[in-house]
């Protein structure tokens, strides 16, 4: 079946820590993001990226890091330097950035920070 | 950044009757789309617009693409318990392709 897989679902994590949050997409899409959501607030991007090698800051860039070394997967980190990383994690994909943004989304990961 | 404008920010409503919310912001798009959220799920694509003055129909769903670029709206007739859920906007621009999410709709449906 073709889709986006985040994993884990659920993420704990001690004060401190970096952690990896993984997405995978089967779709032959170009474009992928990360978008952070608080409870009852709207996602807010973190990073995109349009194309392998490259990608661009969100509004919200500060504490997190990525890659896209390949088309298929485009990893988050949430580093130390993150002041407030309990959040839930959603992870998309479109065709591409240019006309073609109908995004589509994984099930998130849930990271709790204690 | 750029914001989206999303109300109203949560709607309580009788099984049957119909619902409208709408997005509105002081920049131009390309692209609107209109996502549900289910709890502790990701968002679901609803509906697709591409062009300004576009009125494009899911089931019981229409949205609009405003004539100003600047603005959407959904509709959804005759609300059943399923509707239940958090509705949010998006809309993007061409020459970036950023995509950003208004803050979204609670809707709750009493049977």
């Known amino acids: 079946d073709g889709g986006i897989t985040q994993s884990p679902k659920y993420l704990f994590r001690k004060e401190g820590q970096n952690v990896t949050l993984s997405c995978e997409q089967n779709?032959?899409?170009?474009?992928m993001y990360w978008y952070r959501q608080d409870p009852g607030q709207g996602l807010r991007l973190i990073y995109y990226?349009?194309?392998?090698?490259?990608?661009q800051k969100g509004d919200i860039a500060e504490g997190y890091s990525v890659s896209r070394e390949k088309k298929e997967s485009f990893p988050l980190t949430v580093t130390s330097a993150q002041k407030n990383p309990t959040a839930f994690y959603l992870c998309?994909?479109?065709?591409?950035?240019?006309?073609?943004?109908?995004?589509?989304f994984g099930q998130g990961t849930r990271l709790t920070v204690v | 950044g750029q914001q989206l404008n999303q109300s109203p920010q949560s709607m309580f409503i009788q099984e049957g009757e119909d619902v409208s919310m709408n997005c509105t912001s002081s920049?131009?798009?390309?692209?609107w789309l209109w996502y549900k959220q289910e709890p502790g799920e990701g968002p679901v694509l609803l509906i697709a617009?591409?062009?300004?003055?576009e009125l494009t129909s899911n089931g019981r769903l229409t949205a609009q693409f405003g004539i100003t670029r600047k603005d959407s709206f959904l509709n959804i007739s005759a609300s059943i318990p399923s509707d239940v859920g958090i509705y949010f906007c998006?809309?993007?621009?061409?020459?970036?392709?950023?995509?950003?999410f208004g803050q979204g709709t609670t809707l709750q449906v009493k049977p």
């Open positions: 990226s349009q194309i392998v090698n490259d990608f």
């Open positions: 779709l032959n899409h170009d474009a």
């Open positions: 920049s131009i798009f390309n692209t």
């Open positions: 998309a994909s479109s065709i591409d950035l240019y006309g073609n943004t109908e995004a589509f």
């Open positions: 617009l591409y062009k300004a003055g």
């Open positions: 998006a809309a993007s621009w061409r020459n970036t392709g950023k995509l950003i």
